[in-house]
């Protein structure tokens, strides 16, 4: 009988590369791989572009934690958002991962969903990967939390506002600019009876931004009446609350600002349920500028806070503290807000400038159209 094939051996897995095969392609040492991926300055510049080529046609990927007990540095940094949901959010990490990729660094991101423990569990995560500073673009942290970071001396940035310290930055948003800037669109255009809905009042941003808007219609000589003043909470759903609370009001007002799109789009959906047409009947301003404001119906006026101005910010302040590469003194870093004019600001009901029909009553036109429709079911 003829003997019985032996079976084919599977040949064995490629050999993983290592740092000794990227030194021998680029024909350096491997002392200088080492330096070049490390990012050590001191490496000569077309020594390192050859390490770099090498590593690249090598399809090499360096080992980030062999990286880190040689050079005693993680190159990570972590980033702390509020709302993943939030496109505002998801727009910032991506400014945030571009400009930290390209600087040689890798991110950590935690989603804290404004929940206390869950917030805890992401700082402790950082700590455990030894991050080497954390962009908190989150509001309302706990003061245990940050006495917990700033007790290691990791370095921090914060939006408005951040504990003293030596390894703290703030990124300084100039909330009165943009809203003043709305007010003064509303005003042009015959506004006066203008609402405002905040975000959460126990965050400094929230408070912040109620306060240009206060400030900004008494420049027009108007006191906002205090039932037009609504907390929201920054969801789509706190606008549709808040909206749904202004349309059972017996006087409405004819503009509403929003302290963030997601809180106008909420708006928005609740006034096109009840019939009410924007900005015919009512004009609606958002902020942020979120990429979605352009596409909602009718497009949204806003005023733009740019997230990769807030990214850039984020990562520059926390790269001059651990690289030393900015003077100390620099704390703050301001980041600008503008409006942007859509199409869902108009002239008020009843204004000889509006394409209506003018009414005897303008308050009250909005709000008997608003008493059949403004709760239908879903």
Known sequence: ???????????????????????KHARVSIATVSRTINRIPTVDKLLAERVWKAIGELNYFPNTQARALVSGRTRLLGLLISEITNPFFPELIEGFEEIAVAHGYEILIGSTNYDLARMTSCIRRMLERHVEGVAVMT??????????????????????????????????????????EGVQHLAALGHRRISFVSGPLRQGSAQARKTAFIESMEEIGVRPAAAWLIEGD?????????MERLLSLHELPTAVMCS???????????????????????????????????FVYPPLTTVSMSRKDLARGAFE????????????????WTIPTKLIVRQSTSYPPGSTLSSRTPTSKPARTPRARATKTARPKP
């Open 1 to 23: 009988m003829p003997a019985k094939k032996r079976p084919r051996q599977v040949k064995s897995e490629k050999r993983r590369l290592d740092i000794r095969d990227v030194a």
């Open 139 to 180: 509001f309302g942290i706990e003061q245990p939390l940050l006495e917990e970071l700033s007790s290691r001396d990791i370095p921090m940035v914060f939006v408005d506002s951040g504990p003293p310290g030596p390894f703290v930055r703030a990124l300084i948003v100039d909330y009165r600019k943009g809203i003043r």
């Open 234 to 242: 920054h969801t789509l759903e706190g606008g549709m609350h808040a």
């Open 260 to 294: 963030n799109d997601m809180t106008a789009i909420g708006a928005l959906r609740v006034l096109a349920r009840a019939g009410l047409r924007v900005p015919e009947d009512m004009s609606v301003i958002g902020f942020d500028d979120i990429h979605l404001a352009q």
């Open 317 to 332: 302040s926390l790269r001059s503290i651990a690289e030393n590469v900015a003077p100390p003194q620099q704390r703050h």
